[in-house]
């Protein structure tokens, strides 16, 4: 039985998502109840299927009982689980907090919202399981689809903008498409346990590189690498409050797992990978979008739009950790990559809160905060501020830490100024936001109309914010699943 | 030089592929009217399907069906099916990609009167 949870995982959204426009049309009300109940089923399936996966090693899922160089194959490994784990618990998350804070579109847009919501889940799942090249292509084209179709719902300026993702991100799938035809070409394979065989005879071939370097554009607009960053910002900024939380923090961080899976997987099996350029191009490009995208945070005025770049130039941190080529540097960065995802989504989470509840949008309505935000989202503030900075005891210092770590062993001392500087930037940009909500001109009690936050949105922010603590707090075990999962490639 | 150019005269289909999805691309950067950037988007996802079909195609070899359980199984005389599935996976997805970028155009159209990028650009201000 156990065999077949990552099918059921991938299952139970997709099932509901079909359902939901036959159950919703007729029934509005059963909308909300229904999602709610398949993004649990998820969470308990995920949990299920992390301890199972501790217990007794990965799960290997061959589709319709083909065994895998021809069949479509489904790898459950460590870090596939604890990612799985980490996509439900953001989802449910972002799900309670898009039905109970920021006002849905009304008619039938309510019933879109959440089949929209469970088909990214479910394409998400299967980026996360995919375990041969094309299925990759495949799931990340359905969440492209449906985070195109959850942008435009916001209509005006952001149709436009849904609209040049949907273009940008469909050419980066066609560009993977063709790095996997070239792979194709000079293998005869997809799978990437098969793959892992017979790339590395082959590493001096040019179609083999070719396709490498395509993937990587490809994956690179998908995951808003620095110079291919551009759809992000504005689609983040304009899409609907109720979905740039689950956005921001799922999918761009499923198309860089994709790159480190083929990466290490697929293509270098122990040292191999040192021969070619490639590690090199990804964590030179990872400095100069950590670096970059920092920069250009301190420069925004939007506050969504703050928070993206500074997604940007996560997203490069990680890469960093992914280029290094050790244990370390790929362990540290999957960590560091599940704690970006928690802490994005705690930005936009407060972010849409602030705009929703005090008309905050850009730097200088942050000053509205000042003696009217309540506590917690003034704390969650400062604890998110923390992580992305790195402080301990929270998540992100750990994941720099073994960034940091990876890149001096390699002593690749370049890598370490990028990722300091980038935290230094990080820091500056964070400093501007608090000097203007504290510069705040202090308002008159009296003038204060008292806005009571709804329960659920301190729950969110709540979980949001202990999560990214307890990350920090148990870095140490999270580390050492991941490690389990890597070992085996012999880096 | 000499060499290179006759290799690559040897594989029409390679250079043709190649001028498609330059032209595509070319034609999705420049083109200011949204449906011409989706068509040029489209451009570029055919050509890659067409060298996808292109490099597998074997001469003589036939469909892959074996036609007795007993002979034994020539696969050179086979042509290879894995292309063509993926192929035929990979225009569903054109078609899904195609469909929710002409939704989005028409919404556009709607709501800004125009198909033009620089004009929708200015009335967004």
């Not at chain 1, 059921?8 to 426009?21: E, G, H, Q």
């Not at chain 1, 804070?101 to 088909?119: D, F, K, N, W």
């Not at chain 2, 060499?3 to 691309?25: D, K, M, S």
């Not at chain 2, 950037?37 to 469909?63: C, E, N, P, R």
Request: glycine fraction near 10%; charge should be neutral.
């Amino acid at each position: 039985m156990t065999q077949h949870l990552p099918a059921l995982l991938f299952s139970i959204p997709l099932l509901a998502a079909i359902s939901m426009p036959m159950v919703g049309l007729r029934h509005r009300g059963w909308c909300r109840p229904m999602a709610l109940a398949a993004v649990c089923a998820m969470s308990v399936t995920a949990v299920v299927s992390l301890v199972v996966v501790l217990n007794s090693g990965e799960i290997r899922y061959s589709f319709g009982g083909w065994a895998p160089p021809i069949g479509i194959e489904w790898v459950a490994d460590g870090l596939a689980s604890v990612m799985m784990v980490a996509i439900c618990l953001i989802a449910s998350i972002c799900l309670i907090y898009g039905g109970a804070v920021s006002p849905l579109p009304a008619g039938g847009r309510v019933v879109l919202y959440y089949t929209l919501i469970l088909l990214l889940l479910s394409g998400l799942t299967g980026a996360v399981f995919a375990g041969d090249l094309f299925n990759v292509f495949v799931f990340l084209e359905v969440v492209t689809l449906s985070v195109a179709a959850l942008v435009g719902m916001a209509g005006g300026k952001a149709l436009v903008f849904a609209f040049r993702y949907l273009i940008l991100a469909s050419l980066g799938a066609t560009f993977y498409l063709l790095g996997v035809t070239f792979f194709y070409a000079a293998t005869g394979t997809l799978n990437m346990a098969d793959l892992a065989e017979r790339v590395p005879a082959l590493l001096d071939s040019k179609a083999v590189i070719g396709g490498l370097v395509f993937m990587f554009i490809g994956l690179g607009i998908k995951m808003a690498l620095m110079p291919l960053h551009g759809w992000l910002p504005d689609a983040y900024s304009y899409a609907p409050d109720a979905v740039s939380p689950l956005l921001s923090s799922l999918v761009t961080k499923v198309a860089l797992l994709a790159w480190a899976r083929i990466l290490y997987w697929a293509v270098g099996v122990g040292s191999e990978l040192e021969t070619t350029q490639i590690l090199r191009l990804v964590w030179v490009s990872g400095a100069l979008a950590s670096v970059v995208g920092a920069f250009l945070a301190l420069t925004q005025r939007d506050v969504k739009r703050i928070f993206a770049y500074g997604g940007v130039s996560h997203i490069g941190l990680i890469l960093i950790g992914v280029g290094q080529g050790n244990q370390t540097g790929l362990a540290g960065a999957m960590f560091y990559l599940i704690n970006d995802a928690v802490m994005q989504a705690t930005l936009f989470v407060v972010a849409g809160a602030a705009i929703h509840q005090y008309g905050v949008k850009t730097m200088e309505d942050l000053g509205r905060l000042h003696g009217r935000a309540p506590w917690w989202m003034t704390g969650a503030l400062i604890v998110v501020a923390m992580s992305m900075i790195g402080i301990p005891p929270t998540g992100g210092f750990f994941g720099k830490w073994y960034i940091i770590l990876s890149a001096l062993r390699s002593g690749n001392y370049l890598a370490v100024g990028a990722v300091m500087l980038s935290t230094l930037l990080t820091l500056a940009y964070f400093l501007r936001l608090w000097v203007r909500v504290f510069s705040g001109d202090q308002v008159s009690p009296s003038s204060t109309q008292r806005v009571e936050a709804p329960f659920a949105l301190r729950v969110c922010v709540g979980t949001l914010c202990l999560s990214i603590i307890a990350l920090g707090l148990c870095s140490d075990l999270i580390v050492r699943v991941l490690l389990d999962t890597i070992t085996p490639l012999g880096l | 030089m000499f060499e290179f150019i006759r290799a690559t005269l040897q594989r029409p289909n390679y250079i043709a592929f190649v001028v498609l999805f330059l032209w595509g691309l070319y034609i999705a950067i420049t083109h200011h009217n949204l449906v011409k950037k989706l068509i040029g988007m489209y451009l570029v996802q055919t050509s890659v399907f067409f060298f996808l079909v292109s490099f597998s195609v074997k001469q003589g070899a036939t469909v892959p069906i074996l036609m007795s359980t007993t002979d034994k199984v020539h696969a050179e005389a086979y042509a290879n099916p894995l292309p063509h599935a993926l192929t035929l996976t990979g225009i569903v997805v054109q078609v899904a990609t195609l469909g929710v970028a002409l939704a989005l155009v028409t919404a556009i159209y709607q709501k800004y009167d125009s198909l033009d990028e620089d004009e929708i650009l200015k009335r967004l201000e």
